[in-house]
């Protein structure tokens, strides 16, 4: 199991209950493909150094998980396909995880 994390900027238009629903659905899409959740991280709204698609603030969620590989390239998928997320961005945090660890 490795261990990753994914950045999210979230359109500021969304309000709370579509946002939820949309993390809802990339939480289960981790757990379909094999990985387990960590923490779930609300940034909140912040102001961007610089715009993004003509918009200056967006509101921030990081997702940390552990899972195999092919877990990202599904995720990131789902997040393509996704209307309210503008960016994003995975990183591997570690490669050999134990169960015992994530707990």
């Not at 960590?38 to 610089?50: F, K, N, P, Q, S």
């Amino acid at each position: 199991m490795r261990k990753f994390e994914t950045l999210l900027l979230l359109s500021p238009e969304l309000g709370s209950e579509p946002r939820e629903s949309l993390l809802n659905t990339l939480i289960g899409v981790i757990e379909r493909e094999g990985g387990k959740m960590v923490t779930t991280d609300h940034w909140g709204m912040r102001d961007l150094a610089y715009p993004v698609n003509k918009v200056m603030r967006g509101y921030y969620v990081r997702l940390e998980y552990t899972g195999p590989a092919p877990l990202v390239a599904e995720l990131e998928r789902n997040i393509r396909n996704s209307d309210g997320i503008f960016k994003f961005m995975t990183v591997k945090l570690a490669d050999n995880v134990a169960e015992e660890e994530v707990a």
